[in-house]
Protein backbone atom coordinates (compact mmCIF):
# COMPACT_ATOMS: atom_id res chain seq x y z
CA UNK A 1 0.00 0.00 0.00
CA UNK A 2 0.91 3.47 -0.67
CA UNK A 3 0.55 7.10 0.73
CA UNK A 4 0.96 10.74 0.06
CA UNK A 5 0.72 13.75 2.58
CA UNK A 6 0.95 17.02 1.70
CA UNK A 7 1.24 18.83 4.90
CA UNK A 8 0.10 21.96 4.05
CA UNK A 9 -3.36 22.54 2.52
CA UNK A 10 -2.75 26.47 1.69
CA UNK A 11 0.45 28.44 1.50
CA UNK A 12 0.14 31.88 0.52
CA UNK A 13 3.58 33.78 -0.04
CA UNK A 14 4.55 37.11 -2.03
CA UNK A 15 5.67 37.34 -5.38
CA UNK A 16 9.92 37.12 -6.14
CA UNK A 17 10.23 34.84 -1.96
CA UNK A 18 10.83 31.49 -2.61
CA UNK A 19 8.76 28.90 -1.60
CA UNK A 20 8.91 24.82 -0.37
CA UNK A 21 5.50 22.92 -0.48
CA UNK A 22 6.30 19.85 1.38
CA UNK A 23 5.74 15.77 0.80
CA UNK A 24 5.63 12.82 2.46
CA UNK A 25 4.71 9.71 1.24
CA UNK A 26 4.93 5.62 2.08
CA UNK A 27 5.17 2.40 0.10
CA UNK A 28 6.00 -0.71 0.82
CA UNK A 29 7.97 -0.84 -2.07
CA UNK A 30 9.98 1.67 -4.58
CA UNK A 31 8.01 3.70 -6.74
CA UNK A 32 8.15 6.98 -8.58
CA UNK A 33 7.66 10.37 -7.62
CA UNK A 34 5.73 13.03 -9.48
CA UNK A 35 4.91 16.53 -8.83
CA UNK A 36 1.55 17.68 -10.75
CA UNK A 37 0.14 21.33 -10.94
CA UNK A 38 -3.77 22.31 -11.53
CA UNK A 39 -4.29 25.51 -13.29
CA UNK A 40 -7.85 27.03 -12.32
CA UNK A 41 -10.62 24.80 -14.50
CA UNK A 42 -7.89 23.05 -16.30
CA UNK A 43 -6.00 19.21 -15.47
CA UNK A 44 -3.16 17.91 -14.27
CA UNK A 45 0.19 19.21 -16.16
CA UNK A 46 3.08 17.08 -14.81
CA UNK A 47 5.89 19.31 -13.94
CA UNK A 48 8.61 16.88 -12.46
CA UNK A 49 9.11 13.06 -11.77
CA UNK A 50 12.06 11.11 -10.03
CA UNK A 51 12.33 8.04 -11.53
CA UNK A 52 15.82 6.83 -10.40
CA UNK A 53 19.00 8.75 -10.01
CA UNK A 54 20.23 12.31 -8.96
CA UNK A 55 17.94 12.74 -6.29
CA UNK A 56 17.74 16.67 -7.06
CA UNK A 57 15.50 16.74 -10.02
CA UNK A 58 14.24 19.99 -11.74
CA UNK A 59 11.27 20.53 -13.77
CA UNK A 60 9.33 23.17 -15.94
CA UNK A 61 8.80 26.74 -14.97
CA UNK A 62 11.84 26.45 -12.40
CA UNK A 63 10.56 24.22 -9.73
CA UNK A 64 12.61 21.73 -8.58
CA UNK A 65 12.43 18.64 -6.00
CA UNK A 66 14.62 16.66 -3.81
CA UNK A 67 13.62 12.75 -2.97
CA UNK A 68 14.72 12.20 0.75
CA UNK A 69 14.86 8.03 0.84
CA UNK A 70 15.40 8.24 4.81
CA UNK A 71 12.45 10.66 5.54
CA UNK A 72 10.60 9.39 2.79
CA UNK A 73 10.18 13.57 1.10
CA UNK A 74 9.88 14.57 -2.30
CA UNK A 75 9.37 18.53 -1.34
CA UNK A 76 9.26 21.07 -3.78
CA UNK A 77 10.81 24.16 -4.09
CA UNK A 78 11.07 27.43 -6.26
CA UNK A 79 13.72 30.34 -5.32
CA UNK A 80 11.64 32.98 -7.17
CA UNK A 81 8.01 32.27 -7.17
CA UNK A 82 5.68 34.64 -10.08
CA UNK A 83 1.92 35.52 -9.94
CA UNK A 84 1.26 32.58 -12.27
CA UNK A 85 2.26 30.17 -10.21
CA UNK A 86 -0.83 30.41 -7.87
CA UNK A 87 -2.51 27.02 -8.38
CA UNK A 88 -3.05 23.76 -6.49
CA UNK A 89 -0.01 21.08 -6.92
CA UNK A 90 -0.19 17.83 -6.40
CA UNK A 91 2.18 15.08 -5.28
CA UNK A 92 1.46 11.61 -6.39
CA UNK A 93 3.54 8.54 -5.88
CA UNK A 94 3.16 5.02 -7.81
CA UNK A 95 4.16 2.66 -10.19
CA UNK A 96 0.92 2.23 -12.29
CA UNK A 97 -1.38 3.89 -10.52
CA UNK A 98 -0.80 6.55 -8.87
CA UNK A 99 -1.97 7.75 -5.03
CA UNK A 100 -2.38 11.16 -4.65
CA UNK A 101 -1.85 13.91 -1.91
CA UNK A 102 -4.46 16.11 -0.59
CA UNK A 103 -3.32 19.25 -2.61
CA UNK A 104 -1.52 22.25 -1.79
CA UNK A 105 -2.62 25.60 -3.00
CA UNK A 106 -0.15 28.06 -3.97
CA UNK A 107 -1.30 31.33 -3.70
CA UNK A 108 0.87 34.48 -4.87
CA UNK A 109 0.87 37.77 -3.90
CA UNK A 110 1.86 41.10 -5.56
CA UNK B 1 3.14 18.20 -28.33
CA UNK B 2 0.60 15.24 -28.41
CA UNK B 3 -2.12 15.80 -25.49
CA UNK B 4 -4.28 13.73 -23.86
CA UNK B 5 -7.75 14.96 -25.04
CA UNK B 6 -11.45 13.94 -23.30
CA UNK B 7 -15.49 14.90 -24.17
CA UNK B 8 -17.37 16.24 -23.32
CA UNK B 9 -15.89 19.01 -21.40
CA UNK B 10 -18.98 19.19 -18.68
CA UNK B 11 -22.07 17.05 -18.61
CA UNK B 12 -24.79 17.33 -16.62
CA UNK B 13 -27.10 13.98 -16.30
CA UNK B 14 -29.90 12.92 -14.28
CA UNK B 15 -29.62 10.52 -11.34
CA UNK B 16 -29.76 6.67 -12.59
CA UNK B 17 -29.06 7.77 -15.76
CA UNK B 18 -26.03 5.74 -18.43
CA UNK B 19 -23.38 8.44 -19.28
CA UNK B 20 -19.85 7.96 -21.44
CA UNK B 21 -17.07 9.56 -20.91
CA UNK B 22 -14.76 9.60 -23.92
CA UNK B 23 -10.30 10.23 -23.97
CA UNK B 24 -8.50 9.88 -27.05
CA UNK B 25 -4.87 9.33 -25.79
CA UNK B 26 -1.91 9.82 -27.12
CA UNK B 27 -0.61 7.36 -30.04
CA UNK B 28 1.96 5.77 -28.49
CA UNK B 29 0.73 5.12 -25.49
CA UNK B 30 -0.09 1.70 -24.11
CA UNK B 31 -1.90 1.95 -20.30
CA UNK B 32 -4.49 4.35 -19.33
CA UNK B 33 -5.75 5.33 -16.38
CA UNK B 34 -9.28 6.94 -14.94
CA UNK B 35 -9.48 8.85 -12.76
CA UNK B 36 -12.09 10.89 -10.10
CA UNK B 37 -11.76 14.08 -7.90
CA UNK B 38 -14.79 14.63 -6.13
CA UNK B 39 -14.80 18.80 -5.41
CA UNK B 40 -12.70 19.75 -2.52
CA UNK B 41 -11.15 15.76 -2.52
CA UNK B 42 -8.13 14.29 -3.63
CA UNK B 43 -7.81 12.77 -7.15
CA UNK B 44 -8.24 8.76 -6.67
CA UNK B 45 -7.53 5.89 -8.97
CA UNK B 46 -10.23 4.21 -10.72
CA UNK B 47 -9.01 1.80 -13.42
CA UNK B 48 -6.22 0.78 -15.21
CA UNK B 49 -6.37 -0.49 -18.72
CA UNK B 50 -3.81 -1.96 -20.61
CA UNK B 51 -3.89 -4.56 -23.68
CA UNK B 52 -7.95 -4.31 -23.91
CA UNK B 53 -7.83 -5.48 -20.37
CA UNK B 54 -8.53 -3.94 -17.02
CA UNK B 55 -5.03 -4.49 -15.36
CA UNK B 56 -6.17 -3.08 -11.81
CA UNK B 57 -9.24 -1.31 -10.25
CA UNK B 58 -10.00 0.80 -7.32
CA UNK B 59 -12.89 -0.87 -4.71
CA UNK B 60 -14.30 2.42 -6.41
CA UNK B 61 -14.85 0.96 -9.36
CA UNK B 62 -18.02 -1.27 -9.35
CA UNK B 63 -20.81 -3.39 -11.61
CA UNK B 64 -21.86 0.68 -12.68
CA UNK B 65 -18.30 1.07 -14.03
CA UNK B 66 -17.17 -0.20 -17.10
CA UNK B 67 -14.37 1.00 -19.77
CA UNK B 68 -13.23 -0.31 -23.18
CA UNK B 69 -11.26 0.84 -26.07
CA UNK B 70 -14.16 0.73 -28.50
CA UNK B 71 -11.85 1.48 -31.99
CA UNK B 72 -8.19 1.43 -31.42
CA UNK B 73 -8.40 5.05 -30.40
CA UNK B 74 -10.82 6.05 -27.90
CA UNK B 75 -10.87 5.12 -24.56
CA UNK B 76 -14.31 4.89 -22.60
CA UNK B 77 -15.42 5.01 -19.08
CA UNK B 78 -19.29 3.88 -19.12
CA UNK B 79 -21.43 4.64 -15.99
CA UNK B 80 -24.74 2.50 -16.39
CA UNK B 81 -26.70 4.22 -13.45
CA UNK B 82 -25.43 7.23 -12.32
CA UNK B 83 -25.64 8.08 -8.61
CA UNK B 84 -25.21 11.72 -7.33
CA UNK B 85 -22.16 11.09 -5.37
CA UNK B 86 -20.57 9.81 -8.74
CA UNK B 87 -20.63 13.96 -9.88
CA UNK B 88 -17.07 14.84 -9.59
CA UNK B 89 -13.87 15.20 -12.63
CA UNK B 90 -13.21 12.70 -14.28
CA UNK B 91 -9.63 12.41 -15.81
CA UNK B 92 -8.22 10.28 -18.24
CA UNK B 93 -4.20 9.19 -17.79
CA UNK B 94 -2.01 7.65 -20.57
CA UNK B 95 1.28 6.69 -20.69
CA UNK B 96 4.46 4.81 -22.86
CA UNK B 97 5.85 3.61 -19.39
CA UNK B 98 5.88 5.15 -16.09
CA UNK B 99 4.76 8.81 -16.40
CA UNK B 100 1.30 9.21 -16.97
CA UNK B 101 0.12 12.56 -19.02
CA UNK B 102 -3.51 13.47 -17.98
CA UNK B 103 -6.18 14.79 -19.97
CA UNK B 104 -8.31 18.35 -19.05
CA UNK B 105 -10.98 16.25 -17.51
CA UNK B 106 -14.73 15.87 -18.09
CA UNK B 107 -16.96 18.09 -14.90
CA UNK B 108 -19.68 15.62 -14.61
CA UNK B 109 -23.00 16.74 -12.70
CA UNK B 110 -25.62 14.14 -11.70
CA UNK B 111 -29.12 15.97 -10.92
Known amino acids: AQSVTQLDSQVPVFEEAPVELRCNYS??????LFWYVQYPNQGLQLLLKYLSGSTLVKGINGFEAEFNKSQTSFHLRKPSVHISDTAEYFC????????FGQGTILTVHP | EPEVTQTPSHQVTQMGQEVILRCVPISNHLYFYWYRQILGQKVEFLVSFYNNEISEKSEIFDDQFSVERPDGSNFTLKIRSTKLEDSAMYFCATTPQETQYFGPGTRLLVL
Open chain 1, 27 to 32: SSVSVY
Open chain 1, 92 to 99: AVGYGKLT
